[in-house]
């Protein structure tokens, strides 16, 4: 993997580290810093010229400065001759807004498709969209990962006994079924009405979940309001411990107090976004997607089937 270089913005550099550890490959060299105004000063500090690179950069909290630095590294590396550049997102933001749900509201989810591809990329490798249908937003290829085999493995090793996995929306139904099936175990949905842009109420449980101890799967936590009322609800039925896993550790606001507060046994996410001391709370553990993202980037860039990653 000679012709094979790997960059890292300051969104996630320890998962960057990871993957280059992972791959045995050295993170290149850069001078990323701010001027005094905030604007990013980007420098690339080797040769890239007919290089296939990669930039691993999620456009986590604060989002608009983390993608913002991904365009311009994105920039930088297609005005210096690199073969091809593929943005690697483990978390992709703004994905929430997909749809015109209500009159005179943006694609932002297709607006970050085209800064992307209008900066030089020339694909994306990201991980658990919140819809799979933004794939359709870009005119590059985009390889989605699910961290599923992840997760699996560590749910199989807890060794809970009658578990239930629990979708926590209608539009959840798919990967949970994904989910119940390799777990060998049932299913039960929760029926939400969402009433404001980081708030929803749980209006009902559709499936037996009482005497059953239950795993509720999701693509992110973000202030963890409506994850609690759900863990509510379910021990109200008769649920008799509720765990998460939840890709994207977004943990904005009083995610962390709430999780930490509430009836979970445990939250587990991905490092997908990196988390400070301080939002490691107790009840939260972290499981690294590095080796999955690098045998996604090892295939890409030898150019073979990327889909066994796919689950």
């Known amino acids: 993997m000679s012709n094979l270089k790997i960059f890292s913005g300051s969104a996630n550099f320890p998962l960057a580290q990871e993957i280059s550890d992972a791959l045995a490959v050295p993170l290149g060299q850069v001078k990323l810093k701010r001027f005094s105004d905030g604007e990013v000063n980007f420098q690339i500090l080797e040769n890239v010229r007919g290089v296939d690179v990669f930039i691993i950069q999620p456009t986590s909290p604060p989002v608009n400065e983390n993608l913002m630095e991904l365009l311009i590294m994105i920039d930088a590396f297609k005005r210096s001759s690199a073969q091809r550049i593929t943005a690697v997102l483990p978390y992709y933001g703004y994905a929430r807004q997909d749809r015109k749900d209500k009159p005179r509201v943006p694609l932002s989810a297709k607006l970050v498709g085209d800064l992307l591809s209008a900066a030089g990329a020339h694909r994306l490798l990201t991980m658990d969209l919140h819809a799979g249908q933004i794939q359709g937003f870009f005119n590059i290829p985009v390889d989605h990962l699910f961290p599923m085999p992840i997760f699996f493995e560590y749910i199989s090793n807890m060794a809970v006994d009658n578990l239930m996995v629990i979708s926590p929306d209608a539009g959840g139904v798919e990967k949970a079924r994904a989910y119940a099936k390799r777990l060998g175990t ?61 890709t994207h550790p977004v943990l904005s606001g009083p995610a962390v107090q709430r999780i930490s507060e509430s009836k979970f046994e445990s939250v587990l996410v991905t490092n997908t976004i990196d988390l400070s001391e301080e939002k490691r709370g107790p009840k939260i553990k972290v499981l690294s997607v590095a080796n999955l993202l690098g045998e996604a980037i090892k295939s890409i860039h030898e150019e073979t089937s990327v889909s066994k990653l796919f689950i």
């Open 186 to 246: 049932s299913l039960a949905i929760i029926d939400k009405r969402r009433v404001g842009d980081n708030e929803a109420e749980v209006l009902n449980i559709v499936g037996e979940v009482k005497g059953r101890n239950v795993i509720i799967v999701d693509d992110m936590v973000d202030t963890a309001g409506t994850l609690v009322r759900a863990t509510e609800a379910l021990i109200r039925e008769g649920a008799i411990k509720v765990f998460a896993a939840a």
